[in-house]
């Protein structure tokens, strides 16, 4: 059984900086992604950025040069360390992980971490 468990989240002034965490227990097998997506109000979820088990990296154009993805594989843990926050933001984010096994993938979600920026 995999688990996803989020933290770091938090209220913070725009420009601040904060940095998410993600666990995930149970084993790994194979090639697998972790991505950070998050979720506004009223809008739909949209990826925010990737790692790759091989640390190859993926962001959305609106966090690039602010945001940074990283994991420890040892730890089973990804980060997002976020700078230079906006108030847009904003958002409910989550942890996703894709195994991916022979002939199948597998998805995992975390239940999610709010970040609120404030102008």
């Known amino acids: 059984q995999v688990q996803l468990v989020e933290s770091g989240g938090g209220l913070v002034q725009a420009g601040g900086s904060l940095r998410l965490s993600c666990a995930a227990s149970g084993s790994i097998f194979g090639f697998n992604v972790f991505g950070w997506y998050r979720q506004a109000p009223e809008k739909q979820r949209e990826l925010v950025a990737s790692i790759t088990s091989g640390g190859g990296t993926n962001y959305a154009d609106s966090v690039k040069g602010r945001f940074t993805i990283s994991r420890d594989n040892q730890k089973n843990t990804v980060y997002l360390q976020m700078n230079s926050l906006k108030p847009e933001d904003t958002a409910v984010y989550y942890c996703?992980?894709?195994?991916?096994?022979?002939?199948?993938?597998?998805?995992?979600w975390g239940k999610g971490t709010q970040v609120t920026v404030s102008s």
């Open positions: 996703h992980r894709r195994d991916f096994v022979t002939g199948a993938h597998y998805d995992y």
